[in-house]
């Protein structure tokens, strides 16, 4: 069970449920009393913290463990030097730490706001400019260009050795 993928599995399923217990309490009180906002300035910073902490998480996680997923089938020789699982322990560490740093700048642009006499949880101020766009980009579009890269590699170098087999036989 001390396997670098059952710790990114791990990792994953921490973040789900991060966000599970950040998000779904907030929303289920939402479809039954919209307004006022009753959880506060501080749970409402708090829950984006953590969404954004538990969303950042599991992509670069995702991310690893494909560039993980890569190396093992695209480079077997480096994946056996490599792969050790205090390297990928100190990986998902160093991945948590990012998120949370990355993510404490988006949840302080958070607060309560009024709008009409109705407290409501959401964005208050501009912290960095263009922040959800650089996230966006940081947490979306860059990861998912990487992963479709590496995974079309491994696609055609399970192609090409598949092919030599079929000549062989």
């Known amino acids: 069970m001390h396997t670098a993928t059952n710790y990114y599995l791990f990792s994953l399923a921490i973040s789900d449920f991060l966000l599970l217990i950040s998000g779904v309490p907030q ?4 479809i039954w009393s919209k307004y006022p ?3 506060g300035e501080a749970f409402c910073v708090l829950r984006g913290l ?16 494909t560039v ?3 190396v093992a089938i695209c480079h077997p020789f480096l994946s056996h030097t490599m792969s050790k699982l205090s390297r990928a322990v100190r990986l998902i560490v160093f991945i948590w730490l990012l998120s949370l740093a990355l993510a404490v700048p988006q949840a302080l642009q958070f607060g309560i706001t009024n709008h009409l006499g109705i407290d409501q949880c959401g964005f208050k101020r ?11 980009f940081l947490f979306f579009f860059a990861p998912m260009t990487l992963i479709t ?6 696609g055609l170098k399970l192609r090409t050795s598949s092919m030599m087999k079929r000549d062989e036989n």
Request: proline share 0%; glycine share 0%.
């Open 50 to 65: 953590a969404a954004e902490t538990s969303a950042n998480a599991t992509v670069l996680t995702i991310t690893a463990f």
């Open 149 to 154: 890269v590496l995974y079309v590699l491994i």
């Open 27 to 30: 929303e289920m009180y939402y």
């Open 68 to 70: 993980e997923r890569y």
């Open 37 to 39: 906002y009753v959880f």
């Open 126 to 136: 501009i912290i960095i400019k263009h922040s959800f766009e650089l996230s966006t």
